[in-house]
């Protein structure tokens, strides 16, 4: 019988780059809200067009209007209460540093962008022609794309030198050295 030897496992190195994509997204947070702030309009993002509506997008992509499918990509990027804006930000660097370390700037986009675009698509495809009005908003699914890459991706296993060094029958026969 032939065998084939044992796989090695893959190493993830990480990287001390500085994590630009995840600034990036910070950034694009800031602007959204700072784009809402500044409009006297509490419905900005259903009135402008910046919001997420499925029958909407769908037609959208049978007109090409591309201009109106970039507008409902702010929605990726938008906060109604600066509580939201802060704890967006705040796990958007949390696992976006972890992330961009394991994988690089450039992967980091990639994953962004399938976690920007994927989720909206299925959403398009379940909820057009039911009459929904319902208009999504937030960074929901980026933050969960970057999430799921944070499981994914292991993190370095650090060993605990401190509990328990040895078995318990040697801990008093033995001095630690």
Known sequence: M????????????STQAFPLCTVMMLLGLCFVYYLSSTTANDRFFEMLGHGFRADDAVLAFHAGNWGKIVNMLYANFASLHYVQLFFSAYFIWVFGVHVESKL????LLFVCVLGLTVPW???????AGHGRDTCYVGPLFLICSLLG????IPQ??????????????????????
């Open 156 to 177: 370095k296993k650090k060993k605990i030198k401190s509990w328990m060094p040895k078995n318990r029958n040697k801990i008093f026969q033995d001095e630690e050295k």
């Open 2 to 13: 032939n065998q084939t030897p044992a796989q090695q496992k893959a190493q993830i190195e």
């Open 104 to 107: 690089a700037s450039s992967r």
């Open 149 to 152: 890459a944070y499981m994914v």
């Open 121 to 127: 698509v299925a959403t398009a495809a379940l909820n």
